[in-house]
């Protein structure tokens, strides 16, 4: 019986790291830590992972990406790969939020049975960050979007809830926020983060367009601070 291979990619932040999956099951990652260097390592890490794993890119069935927001160099990096191996190997794309992602890995942290909201943050320089909410079982309570944070930043669900907010964004939200229900969570996500999601995407067949996904990168990256 064949096997249903995924490549999965994540270069949504400074670090990078791709992963091969059957199915969900996680069979090889290779990650970089140097954040100028995604260009770089992907190619030649996914043709590593191949080699090691003993599968070849004829073989893959899909291509998974984190689609942002982020960091704007880093996920075009990642789109572009994915849409150029996609498009030589007549294979479809999957497209996952890069918050979506992250809740994966901070629920590793969590009890499934507590009720809480998750907020994962993006650095986004100065006082912003981009953010989004979603339930304990990551169904959208909020989508991604900038957000200049101010000390009664989520001051009304905070009245309510539990939040847990995590990601490169959540420490400087952290010096803001003294609410007795904001918890902060240290979360390391990586591609393999992406697997189980992409093989239920893939299973239903929920592929992005080829010729018409492109990163969300949470503002309009030509914007200045004047407006």
């Given at each position: 019986?064949?096997?249903n291979?995924?490549?999965?990619?994540?270069?949504?932040?400074?670090?990078a790291?791709?992963?091969?999956?059957?199915?969900?099951?996680?069979?090889?990652?290779?990650?970089?830590?140097?954040?100028?260097?995604?260009?770089?390592?992907?190619?030649?890490?996914?043709?590593?992972?191949?080699?090691?794993?003993?599968?070849?890119a004829?073989?893959?069935?899909?291509?998974?990406?984190?689609?942002?927001p982020?960091?704007?160099?880093?996920?075009?990096?990642?789109?572009?790969?994915?849409?150029?191996?996609?498009?030589?190997?007549?294979?479809?794309?999957?497209?996952l939020?890069?918050?979506?992602?992250?809740?994966?890995?901070?629920?590793?942290q969590?009890?499934?049975?507590?009720s809480?909201?998750?907020?994962?943050?993006?650095?986004?320089?100065r006082?912003?960050?981009?953010?989004?909410?979603?339930t304990?079982?990551?169904?959208?309570?909020?989508?991604?979007?900038a957000?200049?944070?101010?000390?009664?930043?989520?001051?009304?669900?905070?009245?309510?809830?539990?939040?847990?907010?995590?990601?490169?964004?959540?420490?400087?939200?952290?010096?803001?926020?003294s609410?007795?229900?904001?918890?902060?969570?240290?979360?390391?996500?990586?591609a393999?983060?992406?697997?189980?999601?992409?093989?239920?995407?893939?299973?239903?067949?929920?592929?992005?367009?080829l010729?018409?996904?492109?990163?969300?990168?949470?503002k309009?990256?030509?914007?200045?601070?004047?407006?």
């Amino acid at each position: 019986m064949s096997s249903n291979y995924l490549l999965c990619i994540d270069t949504s932040v400074q670090s990078a790291s791709v992963a091969l999956t059957a199915g969900s099951r996680m069979l090889g990652i290779k990650s970089s830590d140097q954040p100028r260097d995604h260009a770089a390592f992907l190619q030649p890490a996914i043709e590593q992972l191949l080699h090691e794993t003993n599968i070849k890119a004829s073989q893959l069935n899909a291509v998974a990406v984190t689609s942002g927001p982020g960091s704007y160099t880093g996920l075009r990096v990642g789109m572009a790969s994915a849409k150029g191996l996609c498009f030589g190997l007549n294979i479809p794309l999957i497209t996952l939020p890069t918050t979506e992602v992250m809740c994966v890995a901070a629920l590793q942290q969590l009890s499934a049975n507590d009720s809480f909201l998750l907020a994962p943050m993006i650095d986004a320089r100065r006082m912003e960050v981009f953010t989004a909410l979603y339930t304990e079982s990551i169904q959208t309570v909020k989508e991604p979007h900038a957000c200049i944070l101010q000390t009664d930043s989520f001051n009304e669900l905070l009245q309510e809830q539990i939040l847990y907010f995590f990601g490169n964004g959540a420490e400087k939200w952290k010096t803001l926020c003294s609410h007795s229900n904001a918890r902060f969570l240290n979360v390391n996500w990586s591609a393999a983060d992406l697997a189980v999601a992409a093989f239920t995407k893939f299973q239903q067949k929920d592929f992005a367009s080829l010729a018409y996904a492109a990163p969300f990168y949470g503002k309009d990256f030509h914007s200045t601070s004047k407006n």
